[in-house]
Structure formats: structure tokens, C-alpha cells
């Protein structure tokens, strides 16, 4: 088992990629603080990992919700081997809708979280030599028309992964970063349809955006981040992954 024994925080794990993220550490020998907002959600992700698995919800617009997180995987399990920073509120916006409060919303939750988050573990991570993972974006990069907001915080946490691994690499304590593409989670999904499209548009995705010929699933992310928060990994820290189907430098996908 490659997380034997490790304590592993994942926010956002109550569906989508945090939980495909909780199960697989869990199936790696780990135990999982599942945390997140949707109380039927969770309760039905930690049943299925049985005593490797401890349910916390907490909303992340309250600054003091990252404290007791950490707490509360302390208390639960006796240390903080890894932290998966996940959970992100992903909502569309442009230069002429953007508004303080929507803004001031997504930077609180993708951004400020994280970081109060990480600052609330650092004594266990210290003493563990353990290590952070942050879910981001390729998005980060420039992001799309319509996820303004959403991109510029998605690239505040990449430096603040960057900046991270740099400060506290002597300490031994790591930090790594996915750039995360398309993924095909119960939310997306919902969304697309909201959009108005038929219940059957993931078969009908252009190749421009899925060269694989569908999209990326959340156990395949899951799977990458299993490297990433075990001991194969060492000592790379500071490390950005773009887990996505295509480079996204100089990629333009609408061009035939």
C-alpha cells in the first residue's frame, strides 16, 4: 500500500474528484478527513470507507473553518500527514459581470481556504515531513472567456503552491500543484445540462476538446494524486502538473 498509515485531509470530498481522491487514498492504506458542505453526500462517501474515514463539514467562506478542519484530523487521527486542497467554488463571470461580492466569494473559498488550511497543519506537517497537494486549473494559465474570476483564482493558487515549495522546502514539508482539464464529475454534468444540453452530450464532446474521445474521469486524477502525496515522490516539491488531453501552451480549440 503506497499511503500506509498516512492522515490525509481532502476538502471538497464529498463528490467529484475530492472524493474519487478520498477513496483511492483510502484504498492505498490511508485515513481520510472527508470534508465538505453536502452532509448526505459525505455521510454516503465515508460509509464506504468504513473506519479509514471521518466526515467533517465546515463551509469555507468562515476564515476559522480551516483551523478546526485541522483539528479535527488531529483528533480523529493523531496527525496531518497530507493535505489535498480541493475544494473550489467554480462559477462564471466576465469583465462586465463580475461583481465585489462574487469576487471577493471565489477568492475567499479557492484561495484564502487553502492557504489558512495549510497554515492551520503546518505544525503536523512539520513534524510528519509531510506534504501539500492543491487542485487547480489549467485555467490558471489564461482561463477561459467566461471563468474570469474563477482563472485568477486559480492562478493565485499556483503561486501560492510555487511560493510554498519554496519557502519550506528545508523543512521537508512539500508542495505540489495539478492543473486540472475537462473532468466529467456529477457537477459538470449537471451543469451542461442546465445549459441545455441532452442528456447524452458527453458522447458528443468535439475532438477539439477531448482528443481521447471522452473526457477525463475523477479516478484518473485520483490515481495521479496517489504519487504525489506518497513517499515515491520525494523530495520534488514545487512540481505543476497539467493534467489535461492537449498542451495547453499555443493550444486554440477551435482551430480545425
Not at 230 to 245: C, F, K, M, N, W
Amino acid at each position: 500500500m503506497r499511503l500506509k498509515d498516512k492522515v490525509i485531509i481532502v476538502t471538497g470530498a464529498t463528490g467529484g474528484i475530492g472524493r474519487a481522491i478520498a477513496e483511492r487514498c483510502v484504498a492505498e492504506g490511508a485515513r481520510v478527513l472527508v470534508h465538505g458542505i453536502d452532509r448526505a453526500g459525505g455521510e454516503k462517501v465515508v460509509t464506504g470507507l468504513g473506519s479509514a474515514g471521518v466526515l467533517h463539514l465546515d463551509d469555507l467562506l468562515d476564515p476559522a473553518s480551516p483551523a478546526r478542519i485541522a483539528a479535527a484530523a488531529v483528533a480523529a487521527f493523531g496527525g496531518i500527514d497530507g493535505v489535498v486542497n480541493n475544494a473550489a467554488i467554480v462559477a462564471r463571470s466576465t469583465i462586465e459581470s463580475t461583481r465585489v461580492e462574487f469576487f471577493d466569494r471565489m477568492m475567499a473559498v479557492n484561495v484564502r481556504a487553502p492557504l489558512l488550511l495549510i497554515q492551520a497543519a503546518m505544525p503536523q506537517l512539520r513534524a510528519a515531513a509531510g506534504c501539500v497537494l492543491n487542485i487547480g486549473s489549467v485555467n490558471a494559465h489564461s482561463g477561459e472567456p467566461t471563468l474570469l474570476d474563477y482563472s485568477i483564482s486559480k492562478g493565485a493558487l499556483l503561486t501560492l503552491t510555487r511560493n510554498l515549495a519554496n519557502a519550506h522546502g528545508v523543512e521537508k514539508v512539500r508542495f505540489n500543484h495539478f492543473n486540472v482539464g475537462w473532468v466529467l464529475t456529477e457537477r459538470e454534468h449537471t451543469f451542461q445540462l442546465a445549459s441545455g444540453q441532452p442528456p447524452d452530450w458527453v458522447e458528443k464532446i468535439p475532438a477539439a476538446f477531448a482528443p481521447a474521445g471522452r473526457l477525463i474521469a475523477p479516478e484518473e486524477i485520483a490515481a495521479a494524486a496517489v504519487y504525489w502525496l506518497g513517499d515515491e515522490s520525494r523530495p520534488i516539491s514545487g512540481a505543476t502538473v497539467d493534467l489535461t488531453q492537449f498542451c495547453v501552451y499555443g493550444h486554440n480549440p477551435l482551430r480545425r
